[in-house]
């Protein structure tokens, strides 16, 4: 078994914990216990059927972000959330899901991920003769409607062929895999992919990081397979760009902009440049926070921990918001449709009133876009 699908979870349980400074639930939590290598050691002890009370056992292997910032500073190339997805899978199958996620498969499997019943809100768009499919995702369906309105406005003003679901978008399904349930994964992602192939349409463009790289790359892993491009919003717009298909013209000059990088999108989709490309275009001021680009600081949502542990969620969303305040910026920009509603929740609750917008990229250039020569 040490050879095979857990040896990792072993060499993390004997390791130092070098990545103890990177992971944020350790940051927010500070206790031994918490830090991946910690958690690593647990880990090991369960499946060395050491360990007696399992339910405190199985409850801390969800306190993970799965952002992969420990993967970052790891000298063997290890990311310990990926490493207790596999456990959780087991955990799933073994009926030992903690009863709190249990809801994540009751809702998934008939609901927008947050509870909204899915609906035909933005179901049925259409433009020309459509060549792309967008794919809106349920953080943006649920929290972010103006990105979902700047996005659909920017295809259209760009007289891009698109359409988005028929009847209703199903959830991608990461939360179900997050949660410990392969099973359920496995046939919404069928469902998806056969739904999404049967359309006549050469791409997809998701607004989510984390659908991207679950169609992209954990779906192939599970057998699932989708007959598209698949790209995030920003690689859309990058090729328009470099093609001279459309112009981004200079019209919030000068205003101070300090962008979060997502850590899907920056870690797993190496997307770290092109959206900096993007708002250089506006003629902003492009600030710098404390950790950006790969060495991103996670805005507490990730993995499930909003559901799993609230409390320890929003002490890094703090952290996260104040190394971007730190900047002092008039806009935070973010191409994560769930990292702007963190950020702006947490932006909510500061009692001193900060004048402070928080955008996905879409909404900041999508009025600017003109059609290129």
Known sequence: M??????????????????????????????????PSGKARVAYLYLKKKILDVTNSVNLFYLCTECSACQIICPLNISLGEELRKIKEELGENNLVPFYLKQVKEITEKMNLFGMEYSEKYAGEKEGKPE????????????????????????RKTKTGFMTSPVHEKCCGLPLLQAGFKKEFIEIGKVNAEEINNLEVKEIITLCPSCTYTFKEIYPKYGLKIKKRIKHITSFLI????????????????????????????????????????????????LSPPHKGKETFCCGSGGLLRFSNPKIAEEIAKKRLKDLLSTKPEVIVSACPTCEETLQKQLNQIEWKVRVQVRDIMEHIHETVTIGN
């Open 2 to 35: 040490w050879r095979g699908k857990y040896r990792n979870i072993l060499i993390c349980s004997v390791c130092p914990n070098i990545c103890g400074a990177n992971c944020p639930v350790f940051l927010a939590k500070n206790t031994e216990t918490v830090s």
């Open 132 to 155: 792309v499919l967008l794919y809106i995702g349920c953080s943006a369906s649920r929290f972010r409607g103006k990105t979902v309105e700047a996005v659909i406005n920017f295809l």
């Open 239 to 286: 090729e328009l760009v470099n093609k001279g298909k459309i112009k981004i013209g200079k019209y919030r000059e000068k205003e101070r902009v300090v962008y979060h990088d997502p850590c899907i999108l920056a870690r797993q989709l190496n997307i770290v440049n092109e959206p900096r490309f993007l708002l250089r275009k506006t003629g902003v001021k492009i």
